[in-house]
Each structure stands twice: as structure tokens, then as C-alpha cells.
Nanobody, 122 residues
Framework: QVQLVESGGGLVQAGGSLTLSCAAS????????MGWFRQAPGKEREFVAG???????RYADSVKGRFTISRDGTKNTVYLQVNSLKPEDTAVYYC????????????????WGQGTQVTVSS
């Protein structure tokens, strides 16, 4: 059983930055893919960024150039550096892990975190 615990969300002004973290415990996904999704009020959950076991990354067009995903050396912790935040980035950000990069990107993650709120004020 894998558990994902997110941290780092908060309230920030437009243009500001945050670093979100997600730590995996239990049976980890060091050989799998990890990533981030978000869900804004009244909207469907959407893919934000993902990183494969060999550090291939993919981003949603809306965050390219502003967000950076990375994993630590153990590959059990994933980070999302979010810069140049906009009010439309306000959402609950969910960490996700999957055994393949394709499953992650498609939203068919095997494990989800509880989410961390990011609120961007204008």
C-alpha cells in the first residue's frame, strides 16, 4: 500500500511562488511515474505535470515555463516548483503515482494524495 502526502500549499499573491512536495511511503513508486493534478472549484481535475522514473517530464500547456517538476534521489519524493502564479492557478493540487508514465498522464494513477490547497490572490 502506497501513501502520498502533499505539503507546501498556501495563499500567495499573483506573481508569487510556492514549492509543493509529495512524499511516498509504503510500497513506493521509485520505478514508476509521479506527478501533479489540480482541480479548481466547479471544474474537472486536470493534469499539471508528470515525471517518469528516468526523469522524463511533461507539462500541461497552461503551466509550461512557470512550473517545474522534479524528484529527489530516492525517487520517492516529487516536487512542483510553481512560479509566476496566476489567480487561475487556484485549485486543490493532488499528487499522483502510477506504474507507467502513460497511466499517469491519462489520469489513471494507481495512488492519489489527499490534496493541498493553492490560492492565488489578484
Amino acid at each position: 500500500q502506497v501513501q502520498l502526502v502533499e505539503s507546501g500549499g498556501g495563499l500567495v499573491q499573483a506573481g508569487g511562488s510556492l514549492t509543493l512536495s509529495c512524499a511516498a511511503s509504503g510500497r513506493t513508486f521509485s520505478n514508476g511515474a509521479m506527478g501533479w493534478f489540480r482541480q479548481a472549484p466547479g471544474k474537472e481535475r486536470e493534469f499539471v505535470a508528470g515525471i517518469s522514473w528516468d526523469s522524463v517530464t511533461r507539462y500541461a500547456d497552461s503551466v509550461k515555463g512557470r512550473f517545474t517538476i522534479s524528484r529527489d534521489g530516492t525517487k520517492n519524493t516529487v516536487y512542483l516548483q510553481v512560479n509566476s502564479l496566476k489567480p487561475e492557478d487556484t485549485a486543490v493540487y493532488y499528487c499522483a503515482a502510477a506504474w507507467t508514465f502513460t497511466r499517469l498522464i491519462d489520469g489513471r494513477a494507481d495512488t492519489w494524495g489527499q490534496g493541498t490547497q493553492v490560492t492565488v490572490s489578484s
